[in-house]
């Protein structure tokens, strides 16, 4: 905080911005203890931290605020959260070292491997950012052509979407770990087959909720909202759906970890973005929030394609069966582009054909999901990948960015 330009500019105090600061790395080191405790499986340990850190720190901080002037009341929210995040480092480092596990050791450290890790993080960053751009993106540009009313009616169709996005959100804390594990094994063929396993069972979780959506959004909307708002009824399906094209990329961007290179992410979130502004720019004057919806449904199926397009012809090291997904997703869209309510039983019972329905796509993702017994391929043993995973370790280069992570691959047997 070199001058007075800086709190200036904040419109902040100098105290504030130190506060602030000070906080900055307790939450980096607490963010990378959770990244750490989640490969390692300790959710316990993740969701005790995370929770004191978002909990702990509302609780210290709100009845402070309340005892303290209205002008001083940010430096106690800052500093009660640099005391929480101190906190919760200290609670990392004595929880590693119940886990056997040195948090910070010079014995350990591999100048190579941090050189690595750095390059790939740097890597990373433009297509990170690249892909949250996509997302604001959107109300830019329905601010730009229809004003505030219509991104309030935007911003809504995404709040009554929040449980499926903490579905995906919940189902890729737990599945990158595993997924990690898997392609370390160096078992192509294994690896390829619960893969493939894994994308019908994605398809059977999160499509039957596109057409909940399509059936139910409508109801809520106009039980819980004003008429103004009765329109985000119609965007919320489009979100559910784009939400289920996404997290099949979970999956498919396993070519990525598989070729140990981050160095295509900003190509594709760059092409989805492209066709989310595209298709944004090119529908939101006529449907308003509608286009915007559209723009980031195709903006996920085009990164979809971008990572299958990488596996199956590009880097060719993920040679997977997308046919059924592709099926899947269109009968899903037509579905939700088409329903209206009273379409089946016409409209004396409206109520009716929507439990008929919501019973229908339950029973046929339960047969579907028992029939396929996709649910044991669903996550890796545990004890499967750990002990494919004792076997000689190849440790990354020093130089570049070709292995994000060490490659573990089987013993030979001796001649």
């Known amino acids: 905080l070199a001058g007075p330009w800086l709190p200036k500019l904040a419109q902040a105090s100098q105290r504030e911005l130190l506060l602030f600061s000070a906080g900055l790395l307790p939450l980096a080191l607490v963010g990378w203890y959770s990244c750490v405790f989640r490969y390692l499986h300790r959710a316990g340990a993740y969701a005790a931290m995370n929770l004191a850190l978002k909990v702990g720190s509302v609780l210290i901080a709100l009845p402070l605020m309340l005892a303290t002037p209205q002008e001083r009341r940010l430096e106690v929210l800052f500093s009660a959260t640099l005391i929480v995040g101190l906190g919760c480092t200290a609670w990392g480092i004595w929880k590693f070292k119940r886990l056997d596990r040195a948090a910070y050791s010079g014995a350990g450290f591999s100048s190579g491997t941090a050189r690595t890790m750095f390059w790939c993080g740097i890597v990373m960053v433009p297509g990170a950012a690249v892909y949250a751009f996509s997302s604001v993106a959107d109300r830019l540009i329905v601010q730009w052509f229809h004003g505030p009313a219509e991104v309030g009616i935007l911003a809504l169709s995404f709040g009554l979407a929040a449980p499926v996005f903490a579905l995906k959100t919940w189902f890729a804390m737990v599945w990158d770990p595993h997924l990690v594990e898997l392609v370390a094994t160096g078992d192509r063929h294994a690896c390829r087959e619960r893969l493939q396993r894994t994308i019908p069972a994605l398809l059977l979780a999160f499509m039957p909720l596109s057409v909940l959506a399509a059936v139910w959004s409508d109801p809520v909307v106009r039980l819980l909202y004003t008429e103004n708002y009765h329109r985000a009824a119609d965007l919320v399906p489009y979100l559910v759906l784009s939400t289920g094209v996404s997290v099949l990329s979970l999956v498919a961007v396993g070519t990525i970890f598989i070729a140990s290179t981050p160095r295509y ?53 993920l040679k997977l069966d997308w046919r059924p997904a592709v099926l899947v997703i269109c009968v899903t869209g037509v579905f939700v582009a088409l329903y209206e309510p009273g379409a089946f039983l016409g409209n004396e019972s409206i109520a009716g054909e929507r439990m008929l329905v919501t019973l229908a796509g339950v029973a046929v993702a339960a047969a579907a999901m028992r029939r396929a017994g996709v649910w044991p391929w669903l996550m890796p043993a545990r004890g499967d990948c750990q002990e494919r995973l004792s076997g000689n370790t190849v440790p990354a280069p020093d130089r570049g960015c070709t292995r994000v992570a060490s490659v573990t691959r089987p013993r030979r047997p001796a001649a």
């Open 265 to 317: 992410h900003p190509w594709v979130f760059g092409l989805g973005l492209l066709v989310n502004c595209g298709v944004g720019l090119a529908f939101v004057p006529r449907w308003g929030a509608l286009g915007a919806i559209v723009g980031t449904l195709w903006s996920e199926i085009v990164i979809l394609g971008g990572w299958v397009f990488l596996g199956r012809v590009w880097l060719g090291n």
